[in-house]
């Protein structure tokens, strides 16, 4: 037996108000809380300060890289959401986010290792590393 998605009302029972699908709930405007907190101009100043104590940034500078910071963010999140739809799943996991980041930037996520085992692939011997050793050996076995 199912339970009733709708909140228990105050005796209890479940609200006789019809619940709309899922798809048809849309947010009535699009959030960008996030967009603010991600790269401040205060941490932005921290982190030049980490790397060169007098360097100073000009305001169309500051500008572009908090604008860069919040695109790079914004892709990365969309092309995990996308990944994490092409594998028919309702959430993202740091699969999708590492896969992305991998694929696209070259870069690793440390801390966070993949689940699968990577086979190292060890390179072909050639021909003239195989003579170099042969070499080796003869001198090794005159001494």
Not at 97 to 125: C, I, S
């Amino acid at each position: 037996m199912m339970a009733s998605s709708a909140p228990a009302g105050i005796g209890g029972e479940a609200s006789s108000a019809p619940v709309p699908p899922l798809a048809q709930l849309t947010p009535a405007k699009p959030q960008t809380v996030l967009s603010d907190v991600l790269l401040s101009r205060p941490r932005l100043h921290d982190l030049v300060r980490e790397v060169d104590p007098s360097e100073q940034l000009d305001e169309e500078v500051e500008e572009i890289l908090v604008s860069l910071a919040d695109e790079f963010v914004e892709n990365t999140v969309n092309a995990a959401c996308l990944l994490a739809k092409h594998r028919k799943a309702t959430t993202v996991e740091v699969k999708d986010v590492q896969l992305h980041l991998e694929r696209n930037w070259n870069m690793w996520t440390p801390g966070f290792g993949t689940d699968e085992l990577r086979p190292y692939k060890r390179a072909p011997v050639t021909e003239a590393h195989k003579q170099r050793l042969a070499l080796i050996r003869k001198t090794l076995k005159k001494y």
